[in-house]
């Protein structure tokens, strides 16, 4: 018998709610949550619905988080099922966002209405969060909401965002923070000429060698317990006209930081700056900070969530900081503790993206079980 959780994420998936559609996704979810005493709101900017729904007043206040898009499907004939379609599969359920993260959503939605059930009059707050924005550009969705709640001094004290933190089983990761994200678009500038004449150019290429070899070289920090040292990666390189005669006029160079919180975002462009001169580059560069660090430390909210995993699957969670981005990073920038507990991430972006029926149930399990130890 197919439980509710699933049948819910079944639903979900069914909705193709490609980036930055909802395609009524929350809709369906508020309906559900409006029903247990939700009061809803919904805030569209430019081209993003968001849902903040809440239920009570006082603290402590602990928010669920999480997204309705989901990222292309690519070619749909290579699906061996059809991504928007839902189906199960000897005990897996297939589909665009069955893991990243329909299932998630789904768990929080049926964890909730069973602990509403049983403490009508649970003390504390329980909201939800959710954007359509999440896997697209970032901009209108979670830190757009949390601006407006900022602006009114609704502050969130604990948050637990449903990406799909697991890696082997479920439970095993619970992500306890992010490293901080920063592009950097780096442009050489050098002369254009002829290869038989290379006095009389300037290869921009040749140039910057030096500099982005000590660039790669360079250690920017060491880590800490929590996290992993500074890590400086080059993306992309563009250069030249594309005929094998003529030295380029510039190079394009566009690099990343993934960063500890161990080192500042200002600190990071300083020595890149420091580096660059003393190789007397002429360039320009444009800097796109995609998200501060952050971390949360062992406390009511990490204790509680790795207690609650080894109650219902015997798991003993390691707490890490290691992945890409969240939207947790724009929630902790208020304070607030945030923590990341989701199912296994093997399949997500990929072809046949699909989750265990199973871990989903238990899911549910343990975010009910979090809500008893937080709200009771």
Known sequence: MTSDVVKLAQSLIQLPSVTPEDAGCQKLMNRRLSAIGFDIEEHFFVDTLNTWARKGN???????AGHTDVVPTGDESAWQYPPFDGQIHEGMLHGRGAADMKGSL???????????????????SISFLITSDEEGPFVNGTTRVVDVLEARD?????????EPSSRS????????????????????????????YPHLASNPIHKAAPALAQLSETVWDHGNDYF????????NIQGGTGAGNVIP?????????????????QELQDKVH????????EYEIEWKLNGLPFLTEPGPLLDVTLAAIKEVTGTIATPETSGGTS??????????????????????????????????DKLALIYELILEKLLT
């Open 154 to 162: 609704e502050k969130i004290d604990m948050c637990l965002v449903g």
């Open 249 to 265: 006029g510039v190079l394009y160079v566009q690099f990343n930081f993934r960063f500890s919180t161990e080192v500042t975002e």
């Open 169 to 196: 089983s479920l439970g095993d990761v619970v992500k306890n923070g992010r490293r901080g994200s920063l592009t950097g678009h780096l442009k050489i500038k050098g002369k254009q000429g002829h290869v038989a």
């Open 274 to 281: 420091d580096i660059l001169r003393a190789h007397q580059l």
């Open 228 to 235: 992993p040292a500074t890590s400086f990666q080059i993306s």
């Open 327 to 360: 939207d947790g990073r724009f929630i902790a920038q208020t304070g607030c503790k945030v923590i990341e507990l989701g199912p296994l991430n093997a399949t997500i972006h990929q072809v046949d993206e699909s989750v265990s029926i199973e871990d989903l």
């Open 58 to 64: 006082s603290a402590p206040h602990f928010c669920f």
């Open 106 to 124: 789904a768990a929080m939605i049926v964890a909730t209405e069973r602990f509403v059930e049983k403490h009508p009059d649970h003390k504390g």
